[in-house]
């Protein structure tokens, strides 16, 4: 960033970190190993919609920017209750969910709308229900690193199981230091 910048207090946006993701399937080992959690089969990719170098404001541009065909391939657009647009996929071998996941997220970056990425959410469920409860794994683009997110109803979280993801996984995924960027993602519409 420039002199002129600062004076004008313009700002770079931060571009996201999309090779992390790859890290994920390694980790699910862990999971598997230590907390009997396996992958859902679903995940969902988080943006805010608007332009870039091009505009994409209806699902139908996002698909077809995407180039995924709804249903073709498990994948739908959804709208949150804060406005954010969602890219659900599914797909029972996590390995390709991440690789499609990411090819979204690189087109994306590719047609100016990186900086509109704000996470990756990737399901985990109890092997054996109903053990300690579900998780979802949250990538956060800006920072490059997960966190753990255990909802148990409406409006609470399962903190201690955060936590003891946490310790299991300090070692395969970079995990986000900042607990305070561990955000609750109620309403989540991934399973």
């Known amino acids: 960033m420039g002199l002129f910048d600062t004076v004008f207090g313009r700002t770079k946006q931060v571009q996201p970190k999309l090779d992390n993701l790859f890290a994920l399937p390694t980790a699910a080992l862990t999971l598997r190993t230590s907390l009997d959690l396996v992958p859902s089969g679903h995940a969902g990719l988080c943006f805010k919609a608007g332009s870039g170098e091009i505009e994409v404001n209806s699902d139908a541009d996002i698909m077809s920017l995407l180039n995924f065909e709804a249903g073709a391939d498990a994948a739908t657009i959804a709208t949150d209750d804060?406005?954010?647009?969602?890219?659900?996929?599914?797909?029972e071998d996590l390995d390709e969910l991440v690789t499609r996941l990411h090819s979204a997220n690189e087109t994306l970056v590719e047609h100016g709308l990186g900086p509109r990425l704000l996470c990756a959410v990737f399901g985990f469920s109890p092997a054996r229900p109903p053990g300690e409860g579900a998780v979802k794994m949250v990538?956060?683009?800006k920072q490059g690193s997960w966190y753990p997110f255990a909802p148990i109803a409406a409006?609470?979280?399962n903190n201690e199981l955060e936590l003891r993801v946490r310790s299991f996984l300090g070692t395969d995924l970079p995990i986000e230091k900042d607990l305070s960027r561990w955000m609750a993602l109620w309403g989540l519409p991934v399973s």
């Open 155 to 157: 409006q609470d979280r």
């Open 139 to 141: 990538y956060l683009f």
């Open 82 to 91: 804060l406005g954010f647009k969602w890219l659900l996929l599914t797909n």
